[in-house]
């Protein structure tokens, strides 16, 4: 699906933006003060980045609630589609539902596997890797997301431990966002770090993950590396 934009346009492209994406995964509500401290990074250069982030629906502000004197201060939090939620997020995701409707009406095929709930949520997850630089293949039977090749985790190997984490993140805040049964569950162990199949399950009910496989929880998972 054509996006319009420049190839190679992704917010997520730069590391220095997933790095910080990933530090308001972790801990939200965070200061520009904050964030330039754990990146070394120029003030500008991190407002330049948390804007880029913004516009993408990645992140949201919000200014401090003060009972003192003194100039409110910005706080930066991961859009999770829950707690923290983005109008541009939300969107996106109707957008995406509507695209998504509109192809399955003009193309018909084969009754679709899921309901029409996780339907459009597989239909944002789709749009957003898009835009992510991925070209996603999914099993709507097995609930799985290929994401091979990774270019990002080839070309940025020593940070892959954060791609994953982050790209686990934004994938269940999309999820998240669009609301329906589906979540990560876990990305599978792969001995090639080029390799990328996403799992996920429905609300309640793991499918196909192996105990070795990693939780999809921003601040706890552990993506499995080399075996």
Same mark, same amino acid.
């Given at each position: 699906m054509t996006t319009g934009r420049p190839a190679g346009y992704s917010a997520i492209s730069s590391y220095s933006r997933v790095e910080i994406l990933h530090l308001v995964q972790e801990q939200p509500r965070r200061t520009i003060t904050e964030i330039v401290a !754990?990146?070394?990074?120029?003030? %500008?250069? =991190?407002?330049?980045?948390l804007q880029r982030l913004i516009d993408e629906g990645y992140v949201v502000s919000a200014s401090e609630h003060r009972t003192t004197r003194g100039r409110p201060r910005v706080l930066y939090s991961a !859009?999770?589609?829950?707690?923290? &939620?983005?109008?541009? *997020?939300?969107?996106? =995701?109707? !957008?995406?539902?509507?695209?998504?409707?509109?192809?399955?009406?003009?193309l018909p095929g084969e009754a679709p596997e899921l309901a029409p709930d996780a339907l459009h949520q597989v239909d944002a997850l789709v749009e957003d890797l898009i835009d992510a630089g991925f070209d996603p293949l999914i099993d709507e039977r097995a609930l799985t997301v290929e994401l091979t090749p990774c270019a990002q985790a080839e070309a *940025?190997?020593?940070?892959?431990?954060? @791609? $994953?984490?982050?790209?686990?993140? @934004?994938? *269940? &805040?999309?999820? &998240? !966002?669009?609301?329906?049964?589906?979540?990560?569950?876990?990305?599978?162990?792969? $001995?090639?770090?080029?390799? $990328?199949?996403? *799992?996920?399950? @429905?609300?309640?009910?793991?499918?196909?993950?192996? &105990?070795?496989?990693?939780?999809? %929880?921003?601040?706890?998972?552990?993506?499995a590396m080399a075996v």
């Open positions: !754990a990146t070394k990074l120029h003030p %500008n250069t =991190v407002r330049e980045h !859009a999770d589609g829950v707690v923290e &939620s983005s109008a541009v *997020q939300r969107r996106k =995701v109707r !957008a995406a539902a509507e695209r998504g409707d509109l192809m399955r009406r003009v *940025q190997a020593e940070h892959r431990e954060v @791609l $994953c984490r982050v790209h686990l993140g @934004l994938m *269940q &805040s999309v999820l &998240s !966002a669009a609301g329906g049964p589906l979540r990560v569950d876990a990305i599978r162990p792969s $001995c090639d770090p080029r390799d $990328c199949v996403v *799992q996920l399950m @429905l609300a309640g009910a793991a499918v196909g993950a192996t &105990s070795d496989a990693a939780p999809a %929880n921003a601040r706890d998972a552990e993506p």
